[in-house]
T-cell receptor, first 114, second 112 residues
Framework: EAGVAQSPRYKIIEKRQSVAFWCNPISGHATLYWYQQILGQGPKLLIQFQNNGVVDDSQLPKDRFSAERLKGVDSTLKIQPAKLEDSAVYLCASRSQGGHYEQYFGPGTRLTVT | QKEVEQDPGPLSVPEGAIVSLNCTYS??????FMWYRQYSRKGPELLMYTYSSGNKEDGRFTAQVDKSSKYISLFIRDSQPSDSATYLCAMSYNQAGTALIFGKGTTLSVSS
């Protein structure tokens, strides 16, 4: 079974630029999460999708971050404009529907904002 | 007070040592407790999952939950250099897929 795929793996941008990250979850997984992991911290949820609907985006800075999950499969997370404090690893995770608890994480995209 | 507290370490031990990693939490609504391992430049992977208070063993790993004290632990026996990683505790309110609340992670280094 293929794991969660993310791209790009690394991205360096200047502040005030925009950036987009892509995630392809495990096939058949209905729930998709985007987490932000700042260096030295644990992952923190940004947004959770169930199929193509948003379940929880309470911690998403909506003035600059946006995310979508078209057709309930792939997802993109966008930051516009980026700030220095957005430097972090952006992790995508997915979970199957019904019963099983495990969230499977992708390798993450490491963003550096200069 | 943060919801989940975890000493970031770093923790350095010789090969073969017993390692104890711990987290405390403040919200008694947490019902499910997990330990994730994260190697450098990789995503977290699930190691252990527990629901009730008590111990759960899987090979060299033992997870312990004490809900009355709001304290969870992960023990690693006969530690190996391949165990060198960051260990993250995580918690959730239910099993319905709500997001995980993570600790900061403890960085472990096992020397041969």
């Amino acid at each position: 079974e293929a794991g969660v795929a993310q791209s790009p793996r690394y991205k360096i941008i200047e502040k005030r630029q925009s950036v987009a990250f892509w995630c392809n979850p495990i096939s058949g997984h209905a729930t998709l999460y985007w987490y932000q992991q700042i260096l030295g911290q644990g992952p923190k949820l940004l947004i959770q999708f169930q199929n193509n609907g948003v379940v929880d985006d309470s911690q998403l800075p909506k003035d600059r971050f946006s995310a979508e999950r078209l057709k309930g499969v792939d997802s993109t997370l966008k930051i516009q404009p980026a700030k220095l404090e957005d430097s972090a690893v952006y992790l995508c995770a997915s979970r199957s529907q019904g019963g099983h608890y495990e969230q499977y994480f992708g390798p993450g995209t490491r963003l550096t904002v200069t | 007070q943060k919801e989940v507290e975890q000493d970031p370490g770093p923790l350095s031990v010789p090969e073969g040592a017993i390692v104890s990693l711990n987290c405390t939490y403040s919200n008694s609504a947490f019902q499910y407790f997990m330990w994730y391992r994260q190697y450098s430049r990789k995503g977290p992977e699930l190691l252990m999952y527990t629901y009730s208070s008590g111990n759960k063993e899987d090979g060299r790993f033992t997870a312990q939950v004490d809900k009355s004290s709001k304290y969870i632990s992960l023990f690693i026996r006969d530690s190996q250099p391949s165990d060198s990683a960051t260990y993250l505790c995580a918690m959730s309110y239910n099993q319905a897929g709500t997001a995980l609340i993570f600790g900061k992670g403890t960085t472990l280094s096992v020397s041969s």
